[in-house]
Structure formats: C-alpha cells, structure tokens
C-alpha cells in the first residue's frame, strides 16, 4: 500500500533519523499519539540509535528497528513518515531522499543551514503534494495557545494596522554545550548560533504575524564563548511589506536563561507573548471597540478571556517537565494534514522564507549594509562567506 493510500483508521509508521536530544523530543512527541507508531531509527552511531530504542521500549512502545541509513530503513522497516532531526546541514539533502522514496517527511528547524538547494527542496515538496505526500518543517510555537490566539486577532483585524514588533530570545548556553559535539557552533553543520539555532522559532512566529520581510539591517558578535565559530548575540531591524517595523534580538549569553519574548503592536491593539504563554493582550472588538487619545496606560489586558478559547492540552503519560506539548500539537497538524489531503500547517516555503531572513541577517552583519531578503531569495549573496563580529565586515567569496 502506498503513502497515500494509507487509511483513516491505519497507523502511520514512523522512521527517526537523528537519535540524539531533538531525535528524543521527537519520539516522545510521536508515542503521545496513537495514529503514530516508531518502526525504525536511523543514525550512523550505533549506540546512539540503542539509546532511544531502549528508551522507546522503556516508555510502553514496540522497540523500533535500528538502521545507519535512510535506504537501509525503507528496505527493512515499513515507513510512511521520516521524522529528520539530524545536524541542520543535512536536512535537505535527506528530504530529498525521503520525498523520492514517496515518503511524508517532517524536518526539525531549521530547513538547512543555507539556501542553496531551497529551489530544489520546494519543487520536489511541490511534486509530492501532488502526489498526496506532506512535508512540513517544525516550528511548533505557533500552534501555542498565544500564538494562535494573536493569530487569530490579526486575521480578523482587530489589531487594526500592525505598525511594529519586538522579538527577543535570551537565552544562556554553556561552553560545554558548544563542545558537546564538533558540528555545533559551526557553520557548515550549525548554520548559524543564536539566530538560526535557538532563534529561528522566533523569527518563523515574527513573519507569521507581520507578513512577508523586505529588508534586514543586523549586527552579530561573539561574547561569551571560545573557540565556536557563529555568533553567541544579534541585534537586527526588519522592514515588512507592510511597512511594520521590528526588532529583532537574540543571545545564548544571557545567564542563567531569560525567556523569549514577543510583542506585537498595532493601531487597534498590542499583545505580549512571554515564554509561550499569553502575557498581555488588548484587541478591538467586533463592533471595534472605544479609542483612548492617549492609549490606556498598559490597561485593558484580555488575555485570559482570548486564551478561553485555545485551552491547554493537559499530558497523558510524561512527565510534565519534559512534555513536548508543541510538538505534540504540530503532529496533531501534520497527522491531520496526511488524513485530509490537505497542506500542513507550516510549509516548505514557510520555512525558506524564516531562512532567507537569517541568511540576510548574517550576510548584513557580514558586509556591514543593510540587505533585502529578495536578493538573497534570488541568490545575489551566495558567494559571502558569512563571518562573526564587527572584525569581519569585508566581503568574502568562495
């Protein structure tokens, strides 16, 4: 039987390629779900793929077979989604593979570490859709409850005109966390430090709020970190279609941690989303609401009344701690979709479109200009080497 022949009632079968940290998160997202069951782990470390078998098996699921290879996994397991939570530089490359298996295939973010094959993943996405195939990229904040309640004010445009939006993202990573494996902090395999690792569900959740990004004006350094070649901070202004403004901020050197945090202003109302939850919120009504000449002094908060509607999943088997309540909620998505026939909630082009506007921002904090996405989009700066820091505004080329 093929992908998309799978029945309503049918198990999808599973294969994990990536049995490190993010594999994990995938896999309890998966064993919340009975429309999913893990038949194959795929990674070219044996022991590692024994890990997560075992801890599969130790959490009441059937122990998935072990593969190092994508082809060695269709061969031997059955398989009709890949789950691809391996080290950014490999995502696309592996996409293919599975899209030309005629297999559902899920990516971690980002999409890859640049955007040299994103024409080539968009038409293979494009002509698998055809096929009843689904591709989705995760960036699972935006089936938060505050994301989709703010989702939903500015569909209905009760924010009235969004004028501008700060987005920060502060976090703390240790040194030992760069060290912990020779791909990361690297460009070739990370792609990037705190925008394109920890920051590019921010970003993603910034385009989805404001719309398509014209033009990026950054700055990137390396602060509190040895020996790790992407930048640990970045501070960027973004100019959108719309003509909204933002600012954009991200760090792995704010100890011990902070939170992400994202405010969205407009004309009729502003909301505040502080790590994930619903901080503030003041919208028009239907009716569109009483004006104030002077604004309400941070007043009028319906936050509570607005997250009414987008109630919290509570957990079924894990420990709430560790609950990918996210993820678990963007498989519900990406489940739906392949049932339905239908696009998943996040796409392909989504996920190009957050990358184009993290590319621009390394290439503008490269060159020391501001740059606009659609020439990056047009690969215009394929040949900038991109570098940390305001000791590297020169161009480079391959």
């Not at 293979?124 to 689904?134: E, F, I, L, S, T």
């Not at 904090?365 to 305001?390: C, E, F």
């Amino acid at each position: 039987m093929s992908t998309s022949e799978n029945t309503a009632s049918a198990a999808l079968n599973v294969a994990i390629a990536g049995c490190g940290v993010i594999g994990r998160t995938h896999a309890a997202s998966v064993l919340e779900l009975p429309e999913l069951h893990v038949t194959a782990l795929v990674d070219e470390i044996p022991e590692a793929a024994e890990s997560l078998a075992q801890w599969i098996e130790e959490n009441g699921a059937d122990r998935p077979a072990q593969f190092r290879t994508l082809s060695e996994a269709f061969a031997g397991a059955a398989v009709d989604v890949v789950i691809i939570a391996t080290p950014s530089g490999l995502h696309i490359q592996q996409a293919l593979e599975v899209l030309d298996a005629g297999k559902h295939v899920v990516i971690e973010k980002p999409l890859d570490v640049n955007l040299n094959r994103a024409d080539e993943i968009l038409a293979a996405a494009k002509a698998a859709a055809a096929k009843g195939q689904v591709a989705s990229v995760i960036s699972q904040h935006r089936f938060d409850p505050a994301s989709l309640a703010v989702d939903e004010a500015k569909r209905q445009g009760r924010f009235g005109r969004l004028t501008s939006a700060i987005a920060s993202v502060s976090w703390w990573r240790s040194q030992g966390y760069y060290d912990s494996g020779a791909w990361r902090g690297t460009w070739a395999m990370d792609g990037g430090g705190a925008v394109m690792n920890q920051g590019v569900h921010t970003v993603d959740l910034l385009l989805w709020f404001l719309g398509r990004p014209v033009e990026i004006s950054a700055k990137t350094a390396l602060l509190a970190h040895e020996g790790v070649e992407v930048e640990d901070t970045a501070v960027a202004t973004v100019t959108f279609e719309s003509g909204a403004l933002a600012v954009l901020h991200a760090t792995t050197a704010a100890y011990p941690g902070l939170t992400v945090r994202l405010q969205v202003m407009g004309s009729k109302g502003s909301a505040v989303i502080d790590n994930d939850k619903l901080e503030y919120f003041h919208a028009a009504d239907a009716a569109g609401g009483t004006e104030s000449a002077m604004g309400l002094m941070g007043g009028g908060n319906q936050a509570e009344a607005e997250l009414a509607r987008f109630p919290e999943e509570s957990p079924t088997t894990l420990d709430p701690t560790v609950y990918p309540a996210g993820h678990v909620r963007q498989y519900r998505d990406i489940v739906d979709a392949i049932r339905s026939g239908r696009p998943a909630g996040v796409t392909v082009q989504d996920a190009v479109t957050a990358l184009a506007t993290v590319r621009a921002l390394y290439v503008s904090a490269t060159l020391g200009k501001p740059v606009l996405i659609d020439d990056v989009l047009a690969g215009k700066y394929n040949d900038v080497q991109v570098r940390t820091g305001g000791n590297h505004l020169e161009q480079v080329t391959a």
